[in-house]
């Protein structure tokens, strides 16, 4: 009982610093990646969500992995629902029932301030379906985002997963996860072998010459890669399956050469991989968690942990530091905001 209350009672302070590590990071990023895994919460399944980049690695353990928890992280600090007509645009988008949308449009203009009263005024405008009650509350947590205006020039990076889509969003898609499409092919004729070979290795070659052009981009080469990248995915290979998979790569174009207008992004999700695999680690070994407080302390510790090493700082000097009130090393959002000022490599 001890050990348990040394590791999950009084770290306020500890959890107040990681709170602001995503706030300061999103100040000064060009791009966030993220992804999740599973995670085990009081014997039921949940998800571990990663946000991060470069400077910085922030957890989040919740009980789902929906478009909606998904929201609800962004817009950190802030909170609550905004009903207005950037949600109802939202609604139109996603092709809600006309009905619904004259029913909801006079009761425009409202805030929301927490899940008790959003949840009422759901069951006040008599949505019942699931899938409707979904996307109001997406439309509105997505309003509230645009009006404070968090991550208008930011770029998600991730393995396509849909909860990471946002609408008006820009987000690039990792291209491992995206050959991994054709790796998973299982050629049965020599001719299928040839033509999966020649596939990937056409798909790799491409990948190195954009990797050359965030070094040193041209409007030239821009618009070399991008009739290249046609010719790619909408070549015949004489394999009906792989034909097809390169088909719906292509239709991803928007989002696989973001980076040709965006040069200083990552091509591929594995930093946020990388950052996962920690927590992944820790299921294995430990299981799941047991209490909200100890939830609560896993995300912060591993986030604080994770966010010093990118940092350069010694976890062990950090936790002596703020332990015994030292001052000596200053608030991990300050050093984000430093470090971001400094030159570093183009990651690859």
């Known amino acids: ?128 379906s699931a899938d409707q009650r979904r996307l109001v509350t997406e439309g509105a947590l997505w309003a509230n985002l645009l009006a404070h205006d968090l991550y208008s020039d930011l770029v998600f990076v991730s393995d396509d997963a849909a909860q990471f889509k946002l609408l008006a969003f820009l987000h690039a898609l990792c291209w491992v996860h995206m050959e991994r499409h054709v790796a998973q092919l299982i050629p049965l004729t020599a001719e299928e072998r040839a033509a999966h070979e020649a596939a990937r290795d056409a798909i790799w070659d491409y990948y190195q010459r954009l990797k050359a052009y965030r070094e040193s981009p041209t409007p030239a080469w821009r618009a070399r890669l991008k009739t290249d990248f046609d010719r790619l995915f909408l070549k015949e290979t004489g394999w009906p399956e792989l034909n097809e998979v390169l088909r719906k790569i292509h239709g991803k174009e928007s989002e696989l050469l973001l980076v040709l207008d965006h040069p200083e992004i990552p091509l591929h999700n594995n930093l946020s991989e990388n950052d996962i695999r920690q927590y992944v680690k820790k299921r294995k070994i430990s299981a799941g968690t047991r209490s909200d407080a100890g939830r609560r302390c896993r995300d912060t510790f591993l986030s604080l942990r994770t966010t010093c090493r990118k940092l350069g700082v010694t976890f062990w000097r950090y936790l002596r530091d703020r332990i015994h009130d030292l001052h000596e090393i200053p608030p991990l959002a300050d050093l984000i905001r430093q470090k971001a000022t400094e030159p570093a490599n183009v990651p690859h």
Do not use: M
Not at 3 to 26: C, I, M, W, Y
């Open 1 to 128: 009982g001890q050990v348990n209350r040394l590791l999950t009672e009084g770290h306020e302070a500890f959890h107040q610093e990681k709170d602001s590590l995503l706030p300061a990071a999103r100040e000064v990023s060009t791009y966030l990646q993220t992804d999740d895994t599973s995670a085990r919460h009081r014997g039921k399944g949940g998800h571990t969500l990663h946000i991060g980049n470069d400077l910085f690695a922030s957890f989040f353990t919740t009980d789902t992995k929906s478009r909606v928890n998904f929201l609800k992280i962004l817009l950190a600090p802030y909170s609550g629902y905004l009903f207005n007509g950037d949600a109802l645009f939202y609604l139109e988008c996603f092709e809600v029932p006309q009905k619904l949308l004259t029913q909801l449009q006079p009761d425009t203009g409202w805030i929301y301030e927490d899940d008790e009263s959003w949840e009422a005024q759901l069951d006040a405008w008599k949505i019942e």
